[in-house]
């Protein structure tokens, strides 16, 4: 418990403590890795959390903890099928989907539903709430980016194989996007978007079936076994931790100015993934051989944001140094192994 509470007090550093008081908030996928860490943020600032969820990829144990608190609710349901509150909803945070490469060719078509169709009956609750919206977006949506565009601007369209292996995803949070957007056209809705770029930290999926690259080197370098790098490891990500992240798209809804906006929230430490394997090892201290494996299809080469619109509206920028977050990552993941 004592990491929960150093990653909420980081999340709300310099939030204002009376910001959602009394307020309802949904947030859907709230119990996956973002949305179980933003549960339990806006808690600690005394709303009124409704947390939507039909686990396919979250997690109770994301949430179990939270479940004996009077101003929490959880709701198993799929959001890409209707539903209606007796409440009224003030603010929707909506992060429900699937992310994680290891599922775009195992889900393809829940994937494209959760962004489209589940975005959509979000925004008819946002109408019918008059709700303040928060749409998470992804990295994705640039692909494989044009190397001169990078760092990743707002303003770039990106490059996006629509019939890709990813293409469930990328295109699936654009289309998410330009439903925010009609709705922003068509009925003058409170809503911003964000892109969110890779972030990891404790509750993180590990494993063959869901894990993202940082829960897998740990594990694997804790185990002992070969570190599994796809493709030549010179491809590169710059990752956020979770406090971080969640911090910044806290503040992409509260800011007043941030109506009809786009963000990117992410950090700016670009770093290849062998470096990554390297930094890990040697964090863990482990003999982890690294092991280099056929490359995923349209595996984006590299990814960088600029944030400088993020600093400049928000005032946000990221606060851990990636050694520390992975050190607490670790940590986490010791004692998630010993159990
Ligand atoms: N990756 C890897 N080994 C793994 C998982 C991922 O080498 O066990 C690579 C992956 O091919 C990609 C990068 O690490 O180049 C980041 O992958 P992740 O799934 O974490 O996120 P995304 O590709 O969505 O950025």
Same mark, same amino acid.
């Given at each position: 418990m004592v990491v929960n509470d150093t990653i909420i007090k980081s999340i709300l550093s310099g939030l204002d403590a009376d910001v959602f008081e009394d307020s309802t908030?949904? #947030?859907?996928g709230g119990a996956g890795f973002l949305g179980s860490w933003l549960c339990e943020a806006l808690i600690n600032l005394e709303s009124n959390v409704l947390c939507l969820d039909n686990l396919v990829s979250g997690s109770i144990d994301?949430?179990?903890?939270? %479940?004996? =608190?009077?101003?929490?609710?959880? +709701? &198993?349901?799929? +959001?890409? *099928?209707?539903?209606?509150?007796?409440? /009224?909803?003030?603010?929707?945070?909506h992060l429900a989907s699937? @992310?994680?490469p290891f599922e775009f060719s195992r889900f393809p078509? %829940?994937? $494209?539903? @959760?962004?489209?169709?589940?975005?959509?009956? #979000?925004?008819?609750?946002?109408? =019918?709430?008059?709700? /303040? $919206?928060?749409?998470?977006? *992804?990295?994705?949506v640039y692909g494989d980016p044009d190397p001169s565009q990078l760092p990743l601007k707002e303003t770039y369209n990106g490059n996006v194989n629509p019939l890709g292996e990813r293409a469930c995803y990328d295109e699936a949070k654009r289309a998410g996007e330009a439903f925010v957007k009609a709705y922003i056209t068509q009925h003058d809705i409170d809503a911003r978007i964000v892109r969110i770029f890779n972030t990891y930290g404790p509750r993180i999926k590990s494993g063959n079936l869901y894990g993202r690259v940082v829960p897998n080197f740990i594990v694997q370098s804790l185990q002992s076994k070969s570190i599994e790098i796809f493709g030549d490891g010179l491809q590169t990500r710059s990752f956020s931790f979770v406090s971080d992240t969640i911090r910044g798209i806290i503040l992409s809804l509260i800011k007043g100015n941030s109506k009809g906006e786009v963000f990117n929230i992410g950090s700016q430490d670009e770093i290849t993934i062998l470096e990554l394997a390297n930094r890990i =090892?040697?964090?863990?201290?482990? &003999?982890?051989? +690294? =092991?280099? $494996?056929d490359a995923k299809p349209d595996d984006p080469r590299r990814r960088c944001p600029d944030i400088t619109k993020a600093r400049t509206i928000l005032k946000w920028q990221p606060m851990i140094p990636l050694d520390d977050g992975l050190k607490t990552t670790i940590e986490w993941f010791k004692n998630k192994i010993v159990q």
């Open positions: 908030i949904l #947030v859907t994301n949430i179990h903890h939270l %479940q004996n =608190k009077d101003n929490f609710e959880f +709701i &198993n349901h799929d +959001i890409t *099928t209707y539903f209606s509150f007796d409440k /009224k909803i003030d603010y929707i945070f699937r @992310a994680s078509i %829940q994937i $494209l539903k @959760a962004n489209t169709l589940g975005t959509w009956i #979000v925004l008819g609750i946002t109408l =019918k709430h008059n709700s /303040k $919206l928060l749409y998470t977006s *992804t990295s994705e =090892k040697s964090l863990i201290n482990s &003999n982890s051989e +690294i =092991k280099f $494996l």
